[in-house]
T-cell receptor, first 111, second 109 residues
Framework: AAGVIQSPRHLIKEKRETATLKCYPI?????VYWYQQGPGQDPQFLIS???????DKGSIPDRFSAQQFSDYHSELNMSSLELGDSALYFC??????????FGPGTRLTVT | KQEVTQIPAALSVPEGENLVLNCSFT??????LQWFRQDPGKGLTSLLL?????REQTSGRLNASLDKSSGRSTLYIAASQPGDSATYLC????????FGTGTRLQVFP
């Protein structure tokens, strides 16, 4: 069965650079979520989209933005990167707000 | 504000033991509760989902219960194996998932 796809899997950036993370949800899923998991932390909700519209917003810095496109894939754009942005970024998708299925994550390292 | 707590934070047991992991949450207004497994540096694998109207779910050696009124869920692992070693996270669904602090489990041969 198709799963959630995230790219890239690993990303190394320098401070003040920008990064774009991509997420391809499971086909026919209508909701995409982004989570950030810092070292030794539990995942924290960033933002979600339902049918290409932002549906909820969590602790997402103003330097970050996200959108969902017509083909339902989503991108998380991160600007002016800081050392503290180093984390695992997970995307999840669901159908009708039911069970969330997680992608393998993108490990971002900011040096 | 919803807060999710897991006890114990860490657990080390010999192979074959039956285990109970605990999860508590402060606001009973949830849609679902999910239990996940996470290996070090890896992604989240969904183990069980309990809808708010359900009391328990079972999958193989795993059984999860939910008592929404008291804000508690337990994950029961029967006949633990070294391959069960991982961090177990519970998460309550309030349109977004709010995760607990996790229980780091080690099962030794």
């Amino acid at each position: 069965a198709a799963g959630v796809i995230q790219s890239p899997r690993h990303l190394i950036k320098e401070k003040r650079e920008t990064a774009t993370l991509k997420c391809y949800p499971i086909p026919r899923h209508d909701t995409v979520y982004w989570y950030q998991q810092g070292p030794g932390q539990d995942p924290q909700f960033l933002i979600s989209f339902y049918e290409k519209m932002q549906s909820d917003k969590g602790s997402i810095p103003d330097r970050f933005s996200a959108q969902q496109f017509s083909d339902y894939h989503s991108e998380l754009n991160m600007s002016s990167l800081e050392l503290g942005d180093s984390a695992l970024y997970f995307c999840a998708s669901s159908f009708n707000s039911y069970e969330q299925y997680f992608g393998p994550g993108t490990r971002l390292t900011v040096t | 504000k919803q807060e999710v707590t897991q006890i114990p934070a860490a657990l080390s047991v010999p192979e074959g033991e039956n285990l109970v992991l605990n999860c508590s949450f402060t606001d009973s207004a949830i849609y679902n509760l999910q239990w996940f497994r996470q290996d070090p540096g890896k992604g989240l694998t969904s183990l069980l989902l309990i809808q708010s109207s359900q009391r328990e779910q079972t999958s193989g050696r795993l059984n999860a219960s939910l008592d929404k009124s008291s804000g508690r869920s337990t994950l029961y692992i029967a006949a633990s194996q070294p391959g069960d070693s991982a961090t177990y996270l519970c998460a309550v669904d309030t349109d977004k998932l709010i995760f607990g602090t996790g229980t780091r489990l080690q099962v030794f041969p």
